[in-house]
């Protein structure tokens, strides 16, 4: 047989776009040529491949080895192709059984030079995939832990080229992933879980928090240093009830395309990216268009502290993802979609020296300083912020009403964030942070009330009508939170004041 076709794939963002690898032997001079828009881990990879081979006992057919990589005009990088064209070359030699079946098999997995086979990067998103196709998968055994999310795939894990083709030829079956899986130790997850009660005071930032969990809102903290800011940033993952099926496999494959590994017991991610981070390590980009820190906390939270202090380009970025839950990295080589449905808490202080307005410190910037500094943030970004709270200096007495009340957990305030999910799940299908224009007027229905202050507060403080959107929505959440089927003047009252921090709006 001169002639093999073998099946693979590549990775672009999160799909995994199937590649056949075509295996030519012909007659000439010795040489291997693969073509195909490889990158150059790919063109590398014959040299692991000849390696391996020989090392495994294997002979390397004798003239020209062309491979191809189709379809031609996809980008191909990473070392995941290199079992996918031992195989192929094998096949075309004879070397493996002819008895056997490679159309419904696909091949993932890095060779060393001694045939083993080593892990490769988005294992999960490629398995998912070929499973979609109807298709098996063989793929490295150290890959085999990122499959526990999705554990009906026909999946086998292999240790070297030699395990696989002693599968391929029915002498040794291989083990399935279910089954290495399974044996697999699950790391105990923390004991300790980050607590409201752990904050002193900031009852107005503790509402806040759990009106952004209760329905996927953003938020801006402004406040003096030491005030509980970040603390309290931190404690909104463990606010939000855990993952779902869906929302653990979303997670999950951004680590495995991310890390090359994908967490076993995916949880809500909480990232803090630092203020001098590029908008390429924010969004997502370099020449390989790899995702960002808004993908790394899809279906978690993204903490921003010091806000102003991140470029203005960064900032400027954020306001796509917000609003669509997805952003799209292009580049002249190559071009990704991935997931960003992410919460926005972000932090800042009131000024740059971060004692304005302080009851016993007295702030040294001058007002043209303090302007300077709050309009670092545009007004669009600021609008697209559901709630900005302003947060005050924790004083002695403060402190000694914390030390003297009893610590209590937040067991009352994560079952109210449940039931007010799933109220909006069976209402609407979706949080109220996601809820589309077209249906604001039939889900968050409002009393004449609630209508009459929000004409008046739009009309005096000129709010513009994603504000108005966005007031609504939190409002509906705070109704949800207290059991109501409409939304009251008491339920908008407090969304504004929710509203307030560095502008009228």
Known sequence: MAVARVACRAQIGLLAPVVQVEVHLGAGLPCFNIVGLPATEVKESKERVRAALVNSGFELPAGRITINLAPADLPKDGGRFDLAIAIGILAAAGQVGASSSLEQVEFLGELGLTGALRAIRGALPSAAAAAQAGHSVILPRDNASDLQCMPGLAAHAAGSLLEVCAHLDQRQALPKVAEIAATVDTPAGS???????????????????EVAAAGGHSVLLVGPPGCGKSMLAERLPHLMPPLLEQERLEVAMVDSIVRGRAAQEPCRPFRAPHHTASASAIIGGGPAARPGEVTLAHRGVLFLDELPEFDRRVLEALREPL???????????????????????????????????????????????????????????????????????????????????????????????????????????????ALGVGELESVCQMLPPAQTLLQRTANALGLSMRSRHRLIRVARTLADLADEPTVGEAHLAEALALRRALTAA
């Open 191 to 209: 004991a300790h879980v980050l607590q409201l009660a752990d904050v002193c005071g900031q009852t107005s930032a503790k509402l806040a928090l």
């Open 323 to 433: 609003e669509t839950g997805v952003v799209t990295v292009a580049r002249v080589g190559s071009h990704a979609e991935y997931p960003a449905a992410f919460q926005l808490v972000a932090a800042m202080n009131p000024c740059p020296c971060g004692y304005h307005g302080h009851g016993s410190r007295r702030c040294q910037c001058t007002v043209a300083q303090v302007e300077r500094y709050r309009a670092r943030l545009s007004g669009p970004l600021l609008d697209r912020l559901d709630m900005r709270v302003t947060l005050s200096a924790v004083s002695e007495t403060d402190l000694a009403e914390h030390r003297r009340r009893c610590q209590a957990d937040d067991s009352a305030v994560r079952a109210r964030i449940r039931c007010a999910r799933s109220r909006q799940q069976a209402r609407q299908g979706v949080l109220n942070a």
